[in-house]
Structures are given as C-alpha cells and as structure tokens.
C-alpha cells in the first residue's frame, strides 16, 4: 500500500503545513556560531536549533554525536568563507560539578574576549543528557574554554520539559550568550520574539491535537 509523503520545506525541512521560515529572522551577527546537533534532534519538531541556524548567517548546523578529531578541529577553528581569518572556539556549557574537573577556565590568554570578530561560539544541540554525553566523548570539546551563562530570564520554552528554571532552549541560550560576548542585548530581541512565535505555532498544534 503505497503511502503519500507530505510535502517538506527544502529550507527549514519542516512538513510545508507546518514550516517554520516565516519566524526566521536574519541577524547581522559578529560571533561565528557552530551547532553541533546530536543526530536524535534532527527529527524533533519542537527543537529550537534550525530556526537558530536560518536566523544567523555565519552559523552552521552539524549533526553527530562522536566526531573524528581532524574533522571536529576543522570546525572548531577553520574560517568558515574562503579568506576569512581562524577563529577562537569557545563552548557555551555550565560549570557543572561533573565537568568542572575536565574543564579548562576561560582566561584572557585563552580567549580575546574583547575581539567578538574573532571567537566562534560552540553549541551543543541535545537534552540535557545527550549533551553531557557528546561533550564526554569528544575530549577536543572538553579542552574548550567555557562561557556559562548567569542572571538569564526565565525561559518561554514552553512545549519542552526542562529539568530546571534555569535550563534555556538551544535559540534561547545561544541569543543571550551572543548578548554577552558582543555586549549588544538589542541585537537579539527580534529573534528572541520570533522564537516566542515559533512556541505558540507548536502549542497550537498541540492543542488542536489534544481537542481534535
């Protein structure tokens, strides 16, 4: 029996009915951006990281969850145009009491935190858990400065439970850690607005779904 494929958006690959592109709001950003997806989220609907990827220019999107070393430091630090200059990787990630001892803290040496122009920030797309196990099987990951946020907003991920208050989407926490390192908080609210739009289109569905 032959089943009938909904038709998918080429740019958000999203079903058409539900494509996310009219939320996806260019931003001129500094800081280059790499997601790294664990490859369970690709299919999640209610994820944040390809509305985050079409929204920034400079950013790329990369799915694995055990990089081969050659290929992870080509991302990590490779100009991503032709031309363009090495970038300074830092890993967006919590000092947390489990990694605190493989960590390596962020100084001045490390990281020129006051040249945004040359620091690529490195997101890891996955749940709380998923992320924790990318970062223990990819020690160039784990040799990384780190930036962790502190004193965010409440999050309005409201169609994903969290473990915390403090836990923030992929888009959420990725805006407010680009705000930091370009000291520019105006920059991001019309993504951080979009996203809110992105939020209510899932809940809808839901709802549509939970009364249909």
């Known amino acids: 029996m032959n089943q009938t494929k909904r038709p998918v958006c080429d740019r958000c690959m999203r079903p058409q009915r ?10 001129a950003h500094t800081v280059e951006v790499l997601i790294l997806q664990h490859p369970l989220e690709v299919e999640q609907a209610k994820g944040s990281a390809r509305l985050l990827h079409l929204s920034l220019p400079d950013s790329r999107l990369v799915v694995g969850e055990v990089f081969d070393e050659p290929d992870l430091r080509t991302l990590l630090h490779s100009p991503f145009t032709p031309g363009a200059h090495r970038r300074h990787a830092v890993l967006l990630y919590p000092d947390t009491p489990e990694g605190a001892s493989k960590a390596r803290p962020a100084t001045p040496a490390d990281v020129p935190w006051a040249e945004p122009e040359k620091l690529r920030l490195v997101v890891l797309d996955g749940t709380w858990r998923k992320s924790r196990k990318m970062l223990g099987a990819n020690p ?71 009364h249909g």
């Open 140 to 210: 160039m990951l784990r040799s990384l400065p780190r930036l962790a946020l502190s004193d965010t907003p409440a999050s309005q991920y409201f169609i994903r439970k969290a473990h915390g208050a403090h836990q923030l989407s992929t888009l959420e926490a990725t805006c407010h850690a680009l705000m930091q390192l370009e000291r520019d908080s105006a920059r991001y609210v019309p993504l951080l607005r979009a996203f809110n739009g992105f939020v209510s289109q899932q809940l809808s569905y839901r709802d549509a779904h939970m």
């Open 18 to 27: 539900t494509c996310i592109c009219h939320w996806c709001t260019p931003i």
